[in-house]
């Protein structure tokens, strides 16, 4: 991929443009977060009566329990008032991807995979906690990993 990057004249404004042979989920979410303006760096996390903002970046995984969304960091778990569909669509294209029907689990934070029974795998966190990843969602992880059988 080459990359040019110019400095526009006076009276110019900035412009982007994006000339691609393909125009992949990868692509679609980098254009998606320049159209925003200013990336979503930041969760709203809802404790009790407190609301945190937390990075992005610190974020280990997402999890769904009783019409509820959950987010975890390395040791600390937040409340999101948004849908696991809205997460899955504006975070798509960076480091999270969805596992299962419940959970959105940020690649950048996975340790290691172990294969468990029935083709699902073990996601063992950097945080030591461990996640499941149902086999219906394990070949597009791999994908995104670049592991496992090439075709």
């Known amino acids: 991929m080459k990359i040019t990057i110019l400095t ?46 937390v990075p992005v970046s610190e974020v280990f995984y997402f ?14 778990c937040y409340e999101v008032k948004k849908k696991l569909f809205e997460i899955e669509e ?10 299962s029907k419940n959970a959105i689990v940020n690649i950048k934070k996975i340790e290691r995979l172990i294969p468990e029974f029935n083709g699902r795998l073990e996601a ?6 461990s996640i499941i990843i149902s086999r219906g969602y394990v070949p597009s992880l791999k994908r995104r990993l670049g592991i496992g059988k090439q075709v």
Do not use: C, H, W
Not at 16 to 45: F, H, N
Not at 46 to 51: A, D, K, L, V
């Open 8 to 53: 526009p004249g006076p009276g110019e404004e900035d412009e982007v443009i994006v000339k691609v042979r393909d125009l992949s989920p990868e692509m679609l979410g980098l254009i998606g977060r320049l159209k925003e303006g200013e990336k979503k760096d930041q969760l709203a996390g809802y404790t009790g009566e407190s609301i945190v903002m």
């Open 63 to 76: 999890d769904a329990v009783d019409n509820r969304v959950y987010l975890y960091t390395k040791d600390k």
């Open 90 to 99: 504006e975070y798509e294209g960076t480091s999270f991807i969805r596992i």
């Open 124 to 129: 063992k966190l950097k945080n030591g906690e």
